[in-house]
């Protein structure tokens, strides 16, 4: 049995397990995928023991996703731009690829739930790391225009100068978007988290508009919650860029893609219990 896992801290309340395994079994892969907490100040430590033990593959989350872009022997394009490593491949003599699925994640279930990107006015949330894994992905879709928003507008600015050659994208700061209209608004900050939401103004969430929150939980996220109050015409939560970021993870590992839609009605059932 291939053995992969899921290496952070904390890692305990992780679903990868639960998602791994129900790809495994619906694509017929002998493998094994658990959760490992590596002490904060341990990381290399811990993954090259899992290397050296046998093991194929790992997911990178939080505090370990920059530890791992070092580590990393190679990189994709995406994991460069991104600054960041979700998704290590042991390539045994070759050495160890690093690869980013986040962003890719994102816009697959952007698609799954029908949502135009090509051409679309697109307002991006926040200028932190889980904004800048989903630039690249998101401009290879051509939308009209991409938006970084941020409180601290030097942040979002760095992004910009990052991604420049790569579409047409720019830098703003939340309160100058009153006058804005989007057709898709992504909220890559952690308001939801704290049950709070972006504190852009309610103008710039028209009845056209669609918004995703990157967090997820057993309801709407406050976030949500606040963008349907303003007239928000749809909102989506970020369970299925879990599962997609997975999904193209274990595609990376197995050269095989999963079928997610399974996966995303047993995990909503997971999580509403």
């Known amino acids: 049995m291939d053995k992969y896992v899921i290496i952070g801290n904390p890692i305990s309340q992780s679903k990868s397990p639960l998602i791994h395994t129900l790809f495994a079994h619906q694509t017929g892969q ?35 996703k920059e530890d791992a ?3 990393a022997t190679m990189l994709t394009e995406r ?12 390539l045994d003599e070759r050495g160890i690829l690093g690869d980013n699925t986040d962003g890719e994640g994102l816009v697959q279930d952007l698609l799954n739930h029908h949502v135009q990107l090509k051409d679309a006015k697109v307002l991006l949330l926040g200028a932190g790391g889980a904004a800048r894994g989903v630039i690249l992905p998101l401009l290879m ?11 601290t507008v030097s942040k979002a600015k760095s992004l910009v100068s990052l991604f420049s050659g790569c ?9 100058s978007l009153h006058n804005a209209e989007f057709d898709i608004i992504i909220n890559s900050t952690s308001a939801s988290l704290f049950g709070e939401y972006p504190n852009i103004p309610a103008s710039a969430i028209s009845n056209n508009s669609i918004v995703y929150d990157m967090v997820y939980g057993p309801g709407v996220t406050s976030s949500n919650q606040w963008a349907l109050a303003q007239g928000a015409s749809r909102v989506i939560d970020g369970l299925g860029m879990l599962i997609s970021q997975a999904a193209e993870s ?24």
């Open 167 to 175: 579409g047409r994208v720019s830098a703003a700061t939340f309160h």
């Open 79 to 90: 994991a460069r731009l991104a600054g960041a490593v979700n998704t290590l491949k042991n």
């Open 141 to 151: 879709h051509i939308p009209e225009t991409l938006v970084i928003a941020n409180r």
């Open 69 to 71: 872009y070092g580590m």
């Open 30 to 64: 002998a493998m094994t995928y658990e959760v490992l907490q590596a002490p904060v100040e341990n990381f290399n430590k811990a993954i090259t023991a899992f290397f050296a033990n046998g093991g194929r593959g790992c997911n990178v989350t939080v505090p370990f």
């Open 250 to 273: 274990f595609t990376v590992w197995r050269s095989i893609r999963p079928i997610t839609g399974q996966v995303l009605r047993e995990l909503h059932h997971n999580i509403s219990e």
